[in-house]
T-cell receptor, first 116, second 114 residues
């Protein structure tokens, strides 16, 4: 079974631009979560989607948004990029949101975003 | 508010020795606890979880963790360390039916010395 895939793997953008990152979950997984990883702040939860609905949201400004499609694939968008948005963005999928399997997340390799 | 603490930024262990990576948590409610490992330039890999039941949980690659409710701890252990265990380890907590967000610790870098 293929793992979680994220595209692109690397991205360089300029301040003020916007960016869209993509995540394809493991087949059969319906929940997708996004995280931002930086050396200073560690892993921070961005949002979680299940069945095309946002279930949870972390403490990030409105410039960060996401969505999930009917095939469970997810995208996250960051508008008006700032230098501080440079980070590794990780996507994780799980079976669902109830039951023990729900809480076993499988992570993709991440997208390394550099904002200059 | 929920929080997870990994008190050690780095742990050094000689190959063949037992290792422990510490994790404590603070939550309201019954926590679900997890350990993940991250190798360089890779995403996180699931190691093990505690949901309910036996306090000693066994996971991948010979790792285990013990849930201690009175000490609010969930330390990761392995009886005999391998050089290939060198990586970044994250503890995480989730409280279902509360805000249900998953909170990660800052991570502990484990160095296994040959």
């Amino acid at each position: 079974k293929a793992g979680v895939t994220q595209t692109p793997r690397y991205l360089i953008k300029t301040r003020g631009q916007q960016v869209t990152l993509s995540c394809s979950p493991i087949s059969g997984h319906r929940s997708v979560s996004w995280y931002q990883q930086t050396p200073g702040q560690g892993l921070q939860f961005l949002f979680e989607y299940f069945s095309e609905t946002q279930r949870n949201k972390g403490n990030f400004p409105g410039r960060f948004s996401g969505r999930q499609f009917s095939n469970s694939r997810s995208e996250m968008n960051v508008s008006t990029l700032e230098l501080g948005d440079s980070a590794l963005y990780l996507c994780a999928s799980s079976l669902g949101v109830t039951g023990q399997g729900a809480y076993e997340q499988y992570f993709g390799p991440g997208t390394r975003l550099t904002v200059t | 508010a929920q929080s997870v603490a990994q008190p050690e930024d780095q742990v050094n262990v000689a190959e063949g020795n037992p290792l422990t990576v510490k994790c404590t948590y603070s939550v309201s409610g019954n926590p679900y606890l997890f350990w993940y490992v991250q190798y360089p330039n890779r995403g996180l890999q699931f190691l093990l979880k505690y949901i309910t039941g036996d306090n000693l949980v066994k996971g991948s690659y010979g790792f285990e963790a013990e849930f201690n409710k009175s000490q609010t701890s969930f330390h990761l252990k392995k009886p005999s360390a391998l050089v290939s265990d060198s990586a970044l380890y994250f503890c995480a907590v989730r409280v279902p039916n509360r805000d249900d967000k998953i909170i990660f610790g800052k991570g502990t870098r484990l160095h296994i010395l040959p």
